[in-house]
């Protein structure tokens, strides 16, 4: 959308700009038609004069066309006269093309605005020039949006909460499992002998009623079953035995006599309220039972059936104190139930694995949040109905739902993917609108109706926005002077090629905002300047973007302000950095910061998205960030070769002595090479105390002297011990100082052949400035002597110069100029080192060979004094060795 919107309004502002030209040309044309018909009266009149006049004289030549006037300029003096004022005023050229060109790319928006606007009042009645269908984009974006309200998210399950459901029946069921363990196995007998409802009914039975039982079958114990036929009623009559009110003593102390005889008369006379056995089915088909197994088995049988029987119920007993003592809960609720302990042990195992596959297959199903209570228990009811036997199915619904929860949640990016492509479905409703019809009548407010329809008829003009324009242009033209102010208040010289780069790095985080890309620039530019100017300029540029751009842009405040912490952090890290590898790193330290400042401010700022999302464009943002870091580095080459820059990585490749120029110096001018590395440990440490850019010097102090390598024994630093041609074969000062001084411009072509940089160059003429080549002269002012038709000029012994410009240049040329004082000097104090070093330099001081350079006086001396340091360093006292003599054979 964005990119549309740009690109319309650019083919607007073109067509805007052809019809201006049309209307130049046309004036053009008529303007050029005019001299043409001037320019033909003159030559008419021109002739004419020239036939009036020619018999009158026909010794002079005639009036040509050359009498116009030669004032006039031509075509390529107008363009020399044009370039030349563009260079004197390139300052000024610059800062122009600055504020025209960031104004227009940050306020692209304000040349092709409609005059009339939502909410304006129509200067007259507009109506429709034809019939047609128009999109009623208001319709159509409700209509979107409630697609958008009443779609439903995308739900997937949880595995986390399913194995969170899992686990908790599991417990569940194992909790279950250790309870029946305490009650022992069900049934305690085989069914033969007594049937599982008879083990049912005796082992939970109560304490009275199983002593009634007990009591009845002792009674009956003298009476012969075994002679009754089935339909003699045996057992009814033990049954109403059973069933009668017996004297038991209920909560009282056991008989003290033996004799159960005793305890039986006892038990008839006792006083106490008997408890009373109603007759229910369980208790008679029990007793019959018993009866029927004591009659048709052994005494030791019944007897051992008796107290499997009483042990059962302990055990029983036991698993119900157990169950009493739970706390109340989805547990206590589930196992309260006597149904848990009445299953046998084969419906329990039934019972789990049902259990454990109707929660697998709900789950696999899905349940949603939001679902009714009663929903989720018709289905589980539904689920457990085919559970056997029936008794057991209420506590697999308790079981079920005392762990099924909601286990399904939104899948955030197909919930937006399939909206969107919902909202993209729904066709533009769109309304008639006749030939004729009013759209707007005069005096009325215009609507977004109105307007839609106006601009699909091409009935609004486009103008540009003045008053919003001058605005930003006075806000582009007070950062720049903000600029400008901090380029001079840290001194900084920077050439129009640097201020045009800057500018050029600065367009492109609007620009690329223009064309709809939010991860823009702001680690690279940060990067880049930090490495290039520092990170002063660097952070000054950054911060102004972070203020301007958002007056007329549109770019989210996280992204902008996470892109602007990245750039700070480029601008302030890169000038310390003297490798590739660091810079690489330091991307990656930009990357984690804007990732980092982006996903705390969404969390703060936009705390209704998803934690998802939030991440997603966090590290989207980071990743940027990191990319655009990669570019710089791969841009940073070229930008230093193109825009002649240098940095401390750069310097530092310069400096390493292989490099072509250097091993050629090392080689054919080993002297000088010695010479060289001297100097640059000289200048290098008093760069260091006096806080200068210490790479450059060293770099600088390296490449100073390559111009010697034309003429190498030309230098006495190169002969070696041997003779000097100055005095063996030249002879003459002047071409002496000529060679002396030509070392000058030849290591500047050298420089330029080898594509050193400016900053580089400059260490080769500043290091010597314009000083007297002293020796030599000194030599023709005595030929001058001896011969007075010698006439000596200074000027053919001193260097061209110019004088040293900076800070690191003139510390070479101190340096340069003291180390041959230092090397002469053997058993020198260092009190005596210094006071000449002083006069070296004072001489400089007083030939203003320094005057340009920024070096205080205070600094100079300085100087001196770090050199003296140096010296003392490289000429330390040694252990004199005692000499042996050898011995004799």
Not at 89 to 111: F, P, Q
Not at 833 to 840: F, R, S, T, V
Request: aromatic share 6%; charged share 20%.
């Amino acid at each position: 959308m964005k990119y549309q919107q740009f690109f319309n309004s650019l083919n607007q502002q073109l067509d805007l700009w052809r019809r201006q030209c049309k209307r130049r040309q046309v004036q053009l044309l008529q303007s050029s038609q005019n001299c043409l018909d001037d320019l033909q009266k003159t030559v008419v009149k021109n002739i004419h004069l020239y036939v009036s006049k020619s018999h009158k004289n026909s010794q002079k030549p005639g009036i040509t066309l050359s009498s116009m006037p030669k004032s006039v300029p031509t075509h390529s003096q107008m363009n020399t006269i044009g370039f030349s004022w563009v260079h004197e005023n390139r300052a000024s050229v610059i800062l122009a093309i600055a504020v025209v060109s960031l104004t227009g790319v940050i306020g692209h928006k304000l040349y092709n605005q409609p005059n009339l606007k939502q909410g304006s009042i129509a200067p007259e009645t507009i109506k429709a020039p034809y019939t047609d269908k128009i999109e009623n984009r208001q319709k159509t974006q409700a209509q979107r949006e409630a697609v958008r309200k009443n779609f439903w998210p995308v739900l997937v399950v949880d595995s986390e909460i399913n194995n969170q459901i899992k686990q908790n029946l599991q417990q569940l069921l194992d909790r279950g499992d250790d309870i029946r363990a305490m009650a022992g196995s069900f049934p305690f007998r085989d069914s033969l002998d007594l049937s599982v409802a008879s083990q049912s009914y005796l082992r939970a039975c109560s304490e009275s009623e199983w002593k009634n039982i007990l009591l009845t079958l002792e009674k009956t114990k003298k009476q012969t079953f075994g002679l009754l036929l089935p339909n003699q009623n045996s057992s009814s009559q033990i049954a109403q035995e059973a069933t009668k009110p017996l004297d038991v003593p209920w909560k009282s102390s056991p008989p003290t006599s033996s004799s159960s005889q005793e305890r039986l008369a006892k038990s008839e006379s006792a006083e106490e309220k008997p408890v009373n056995i109603s007759p229910n089915a369980d208790l008679f088909q029990a007793v019959t039972e018993l009866d029927v197994y004591r009659v048709t088995n052994s005494q030791q049988k019944y007897s051992a059936l008796i107290s499997q029987i009483s042990q059962a119920r302990k055990q029983y007993q036991i698993a119900k104190a157990k169950l009493s003592l739970l706390e109340v809960g989805s547990l206590s609720a589930i196992y309260k139930d006597n149904i848990f302990l009445e299953l046998s042990d084969a419906d329990w195992s039934k019972t789990r694995k049902l259990v454990r596959d109707i929660a697998e297959r709900i789950l696999v199903q899905g349940i949603p949040y939001g679902l009714p209570e009663n929903a989720l228990k018709n289905t589980v009811n539904l689920q457990v109905d085919t559970l056997e036997p029936p008794s057991a199915q209420p506590l697999a619904s308790k079981l079920l739902l005392a762990v099924l929860q909601p286990n399904l949640k939104k899948d955030e990016e197909k919930t937006q993917q399939q909206a969107k492509q919902a909202v993209a479905d729904v066709a533009p409703i769109t309304d008639e609108v006749r030939q004729d019809e009013e759209i707007v009548r005069k005096g009325q407010k215009i609507s977004q109706r109105n307007l839609e329809v106006l601009k699909h008829y091409e009935l609004i003009e486009l103008e540009t926005n003045w008053a919003e324009l001058i605005k930003l242009t006075g806000i582009v033209t007070t950062g720049i002077g903000i600029f400008v102010g901090v380029e001079r208040r840290l001194g900084s010289k920077l050439r129009q090629r640097d201020r045009l780069l800057i500018l050029l790095l600065t367009l492109s985080t609007p620009g690329l905002i223009t064309v709809g890309v939010s991860h823009t620039t702001w680690s690279a530019i940060g990067l880049l300047l930090g490495s290039f100017y520092g990170p002063a300029l660097g952070i000054t540029v950054v911060g102004l973007m972070l203020l301007v751009l958002p007056i007329n842009m549109e770019i989210s405040t996280i992204a902008l302000i996470a892109g602007a912490a990245g750039g700070i952090v480029g601008s302030l890290m890169a000038k310390r950095l003297r490798s590739r590898e660091e810079l690489a790193l330091l991307g990656l330290a930009i990357a984690s910061t804007q990732g980092g400042i982006y996903l705390i401010l969404s969390l703060f700022l936009e705390s209704n998205l998803s934690w998802y999302l939030i991440l997603q464009s966090a590290g989207l943002f980071a990743l940027w960030g990191l990319g655009w870091s990669i570019v710089a580095l791969g841009l940073s080459p070229y930008l230093e070769k193109i825009f002649d820059l240098v940095t401390p990585i750069r310097l530092a490749e310069l400096a390493n002595p292989n490099r072509p120029l250097l091993k050629r110096l090392a080689t054919e001018a080993p002297g000088t090479f010695q010479h060289t590395l001297f100097v640059a440990t000289l200048a290098e440490t008093a760069a260091k105390q006096l806080k200068c850019d210490v790479e450059l010097v060293r770099a600088g102090t390296l490449y100073h002297d390559i111009g010697k390598m034309h003429d190498p024994l030309g230098f006495i630093e190169n002969q070696m011990g041997g003779p000097n041609k100055h005095e063996t074969e030249i002879k003459d000062p002047w071409k002496s100082a000529a060679i002396i001084k030509k070392h000058v411009s030849e290591g500047l072509a050298m420089a330029q052949q080898h594509l050193l940089p400016t900053a580089i160059q400059a260490f080769i003429p500043e290091h010597q400035g314009t000083m007297l080549i002293a020796y030599f002269h000194h030599q023709a002012q005595q030929m001058a002597k001896e011969d007075p038709s010698i006439k000596v000029n200074d000027d053919d012994f001193r260097y061209d110069g110019p004088i040293p410009q900076s800070r690191e240049t003139a510390i070479v040329m101190l340096a340069d100029s003291c180390e041959a004082a230092l090397r002469s000097l053997k058993d020198a104090s260092p009190e005596q080192a210094l006071n000449m070093l002083n006069n070296i330099l004072r001489a400089r001081w007083q030939d203003n060979q320094l005057v340009d350079s920024g070096l205080t006086k205070e600094e100079v001396s300085q100087i001196a004094e770090i050199f003296v340091e140096v010296w003392q360093q490289f000429h330390h006292k040694r252990i004199a060795y005692p000499k042996f003599k050898s011995a004799k054979g």
